[in-house]
C-alpha cells in the first residue's frame, strides 16, 4: 500500500469511517491539533526522564491516539463501533497522578516560564499545544461535533503537563524558572 492516495489533492480529507471534508474543517484542525500535542510529547520523551514519568508520558501517548480517532470519525457509522471509547478514569488518574506530583514538589509562589531542563521545556510546548486543541474542541462543543469529555480530557492533561514539566526540573535540582517583570517606566 502506498502512502499517498492522491484523494487529498482538492483539499479533502476522509473521515475514518466515511464522508468526506475539507482539510480545513474545525473537526480536521482538532484532531490535527491532537496529532501535533501527540508528536510534541514524542519530542519530550526523547530527553532523559525520570522512569515513572516516561512511562506514564507513554500511557497519555496512546490515549491521545484515541482522542484523535474519536474525533476523526462520525458517530453513528459502522467505524465508530470499533474505535476505542474515552474513558473518565482516564481524568481520574491524571488527577490523582497531579495531586501527588503537587505533594513532592514546592509551593508555587509566583508565575513561572517554560525553561530549565530540555525535557520540562518540550513539556511545556506540549501543555501550550495541548491548550491549542483544547480551544479547537471547545469550536466543536458548540456546534455538537465533539464529546464533551474530549474537551475534559485535554483540559486536565494540560494542567498534568504543567505540573509534570515542574516536576522534572525538581527531580534535575533546577528550580523553577521565574518570571520578573520589568518595572514600568514612567
Given amino acids: 500500500m502506498k502512502i499517498y492516495t492522491k484523494t487529498g489533492d482538492a483539499g479533502e480529507t476522509g473521515l475514518f ?3 468526506r471534508v475539507a482539510k480545513d474543517d474545525a473537526l480536521v484542525d482538532a484532531y490535527g ?7 510534541t510529547l514524542g519530542l519530550a520523551r526523547t530527553f532523559p526522564l525520570p522512569a515513572d514519568l516516561e512511562h506514564f508520558l507513554q500511557r497519555i501517548q496512546d490515549q491521545l491516539f484515541t482522542v484523535g480517532a474519536v474525533l476523526a470519525t462520525p458517530p453513528h457509522t ?5 474505535i476505542p471509547e474515552l474513558r473518565p478514569e482516564w481524568v481520574e488518574e ?4 497531579i495531586d501527588r506530583y503537587e505533594e513532592e514538589l514546592p509551593k508555587m509562589t509566583h508565575f513561572i516560564l517554560p525553561g530549565g531542563s530540555s525535557a520540562a521545556a518540550a513539556l511545556h510546548l506540549s501543555r501550550t499545544v ?3 486543541a483544547e480551544r479547537r474542541v471547545v469550536t466543536l462543543l458548540r456546534e455538537d461535533k465533539a464529546p464533551p469529555a474530549v474537551a475534559m480530557y485535554l483540559n486536565r492533561l494540560s ?15 533546577l528550580p523553577d524558572v521565574k518570571w520578573i517583570p520589568e518595572k514600568p517606566t514612567k
Avoid: P, Q, W
Wanted: proline letters at 0%.
Fill in 94 to 97: 491524571m488527577e490523582r497522578h
Fill in 130 to 132: 495541548c491548550r491549542r
Fill in 159 to 173: 494542567d498534568l503537563l504543567f505540573v509534570v514539566a515542574r516536576l522534572v526540573n525538581f527531580r534535575a535540582g
Fill in 33 to 39: 491539533e491532537v496529532d501535533e500535542l501527540n508528536a
Fill in 78 to 82: 459502522k467505524a465508530a463501533a470499533h
Fill in 17 to 19: 469511517g466515511g464522508g
